[in-house]
């Protein structure tokens, strides 16, 4: 039978009590963690954002297949060009394309068809998801649990920005295939996240609400 390579893997030694002190400390800290719309444009270096993707990228993925590719944009024509064109779909939507109880839903968060974080944040992480891959002779092969791998890796990149001490949104404008014309991906990758990058503004606001309990969103048995 065909094996890959093993090693030996040892996991960090912490005592049951450093290890619940992290538990408790991580808590505390990602609790912290809000989704902000409003964007100071201070600069964030390359460096850091590079950290931040190779991070995402370690999550796992249906037989390691890492099927993802992350864009990330600091240019200000793009950024422009990317603004626009889900400013479009996003008027649309806001103007008759989502149901009233949509609309309703989302009225605690102060939402609208404009988006100047896509300008206005120094990146914008625009996560695609490849539903095959293709090799340099052009064969398809299959990858596998494509958007639960994404899914993983999307929420390890916005816990780094957290530890990083930036702040992130996942944005979905829908529709969102204008991105892979805007950024000339190829046709086996399809956007999935667009993930702005930055410092709050100086008077960023975010909504007050309670997240669940454990009680709520927990059985033991
Ligand atoms: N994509 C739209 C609408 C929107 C939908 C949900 I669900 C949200 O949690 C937030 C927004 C927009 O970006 O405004």
């Given at each position: 039978?065909?094996?890959?390579?093993?090693?030996?893997?040892?996991a960090?030694?912490y005592?049951?009590?450093e290890?619940?002190?992290?538990a408790?400390?991580?808590?505390?800290?990602?609790?912290?963690?809000?989704?902000v719309?409003?964007?100071?444009?201070?600069p964030?270096?390359r460096?850091?954002i590079?950290?931040?993707?190779?991070?995402?990228s370690?999550?796992p993925?249906?037989?390691?297949?890492?099927?993802?590719?992350?864009c990330?944009?600091?240019?200000?024509?793009?950024?422009?060009?990317?603004?626009?064109?889900?400013?479009?779909?996003?008027?649309e939507?806001?103007?008759g394309?989502?149901?009233?109880?949509?609309?309703?839903d989302?009225k605690?968060?102060?939402?609208?068809?404009?988006?100047?974080?896509?300008?206005?944040?120094?990146?914008?992480?625009?996560?695609f998801?490849?539903?095959?891959?293709v090799?340099?002779?052009?064969?398809r092969?299959?990858?596998?649990y494509?958007n639960?791998s994404?899914?993983?890796?999307?929420?390890?990149?916005l816990?780094?920005?957290h530890?990083?001490g930036?702040?992130?949104?996942?944005?979905?404008?829908?529709?969102?295939?204008?991105?892979?014309?805007?950024?000339?991906?190829?046709a086996?990758?399809?956007?999935?996240?667009?993930?702005?990058?930055?410092?709050?503004?100086?008077?960023?606001q975010?909504?007050?609400?309670?997240?669940k309990g454990?009680?709520?969103?927990?059985?033991?048995?």
């Amino acid at each position: 039978m065909h094996k890959e390579t093993f090693r030996p893997y040892a996991a960090p030694a912490y005592s049951p009590a450093e290890s619940a002190a992290r538990a408790a400390d991580l808590y505390a800290y990602m609790d912290t963690r809000r989704s902000v719309r409003e964007y100071s444009d201070r600069p964030v270096s390359r460096e850091i954002i590079e950290n931040l993707i190779k991070t995402a990228s370690s999550a796992p993925s249906g037989a390691h297949k890492q099927p993802w590719t992350f864009c990330a944009v600091s240019s200000p024509e793009i950024k422009a060009e990317i603004r626009e064109a889900a400013e479009k779909e996003e008027y649309e939507n806001y103007h008759g394309r989502m149901s009233d109880d949509w609309l309703e839903d989302l009225k605690p968060f102060g939402t609208d068809w404009k988006k100047e974080f896509l300008t206005v944040a120094p990146w914008l992480i625009i996560v695609f998801k490849k539903a095959y891959d293709v090799d340099e002779n052009g064969e398809r092969s299959k990858n596998y649990y494509v958007n639960e791998s994404v899914g993983l890796a999307a929420g390890f990149l916005l816990a780094a920005i957290h530890n990083a001490g930036l702040v992130s949104l996942t944005h979905t404008p829908s529709p969102m295939n204008f991105l892979q014309k805007v950024l000339d991906r190829p046709a086996n990758e399809r956007p999935f996240l667009l993930i702005p990058v930055g410092y709050p503004a100086e008077d960023a606001q975010v909504p007050v609400l309670q997240r669940k309990g454990l009680e709520d969103m927990a059985v033991f048995y």
